[in-house]
């Protein structure tokens, strides 16, 4: 947790270190996990109950450590489709910019009416 917080403190504010750092925790969370799990298996095998008792509470902990730190990137990151790399989510106004409503060029505007027009003269069958 301590070398969470001295990664952040080293950025000096630099966006890109802070993020790197963000998934660098998230994943030695992860690989904490999968390891306390592990712990935990091997104690229930050789039946030592205690050692499986705290190993699961250390488990749970450690899940409960990682989804607080997945919540928190999710809402500092609203519109990251969750992966790193940038990706389809990262270009989401530039692929739909023409979805996007806003100014009509006059132009524009008379070639809508024109087709506007166009279209309405002729009934439907």
Excluded at 39 to 55: C, F, G
């Amino acid at each position: 947790m301590s070398g969470h917080g001295l990664d952040i403190w080293a950025a000096q504010g630099d966006l890109g270190r802070i993020e790197t750092a963000d998934l660098a925790h998230m994943a030695r969370i992860q690989t904490f996990l999968v390891v306390v799990l592990v712990v935990a298996l091997l104690a229930l095998v050789s039946r030592a109950p205690w050692t499986v008792l705290s190993q699961v509470l250390l488990a749970i902990l450690a899940g409960v450590v990682l989804t607080a730190a997945q919540h928190s990137w999710d809402r500092s990151h609203p519109d990251s489709t969750g992966s790193v790399s940038e990706g389809a989510g990262s270009r989401h106004r530039e692929n739909n910019a023409f979805r996007m409503p806003g100014e009509m060029s006059p132009a524009s505007a008379q070639d809508a009416r024109r087709d506007a027009d166009r279209v309405g003269r002729h009934p439907r069958p």
